[in-house]
């Protein structure tokens, strides 16, 4: 975990477990390294990324007219929720989708809040495959190019299967939500 956090903290990616998925990630105001992400996912840069926060505090740093039926979605959320919100600031300018929106999820992961917590912003949250290719329910799946692109992995839940999708929807600034994925 040390590994982990130290390599976040200077610019790097890291593989880890997170409350949906194996997932890559790296700090989301870094824009080298979400580039290099990117770059390593071979993904094109027109696509955002979903970024981890441990608390609204955190997110509202970052979208500061989080609407207020936020609050309550992610409180009565019975899985894991990505919100899509149409505005940011601070964060890097590759995460975000073209219109400048920015999928966000408020985790409860025991690894994912140390990590978060460690380096005091959000953490990219993208699952560990390259474009393209099958998303790994286990460490043991995710193919060789992707670890040896990383600067750390954290070494939690290893053999345990992931397959838990978040939710995700769609915000507008006027309050009204549009079901992405139940």
């Known amino acids: 975990m040390e590994d982990a956090i130290n390599v976040l903290k200077s610019g790097g990616i890291i593989l880890y477990p997170s409350d949906t998925v194996w997932g890559l990630g790296c700090e989301a105001t870094n824009e080298t390294a979400c580039q290099q992400l990117s770059k390593l996912k071979e993904r094109d840069s ?3 990324y979903i970024i ?5 505090q955190m997110v509202e740093k970052y979208i500061p007219d989080f609407h207020p039926i936020c609050y309550d979605l992610v409180d009565l959320a019975v899985k894991p929720l990505t919100i899509i919100y149409p505005q940011t600031s601070g964060l890097a300018n590759s995460i975000l989708a073209e219109d400048g929106s920015v999928g966000i999820r408020i985790t409860k992961d025991p690894t994912c809040l140390k990590l978060i917590r460690a380096i005091r912003k959000p953490l990219v949250s993208t699952s560990a495959n390259l474009t393209d290719e099958e998303m790994p329910r286990q460490y043991n ?11 750390a992995t954290v070494h939690e839940r290893l053999t345990e299967i992931m397959d838990t999708p978040s939710q995700i929807i769609r915000i507008d600034l006027d309050g ?7």
Not at 52 to 56: K, M, N, P, T
């Open 52 to 56: 981890l926060a441990d608390s609204f």
């Open 176 to 182: 009204s939500v549009k079901v992405i994925r139940a």
């Open 46 to 48: 027109a696509k955002s």
């Open 141 to 151: 799946r995710i193919s060789e190019k992707i670890k040896k692109g990383v600067q």
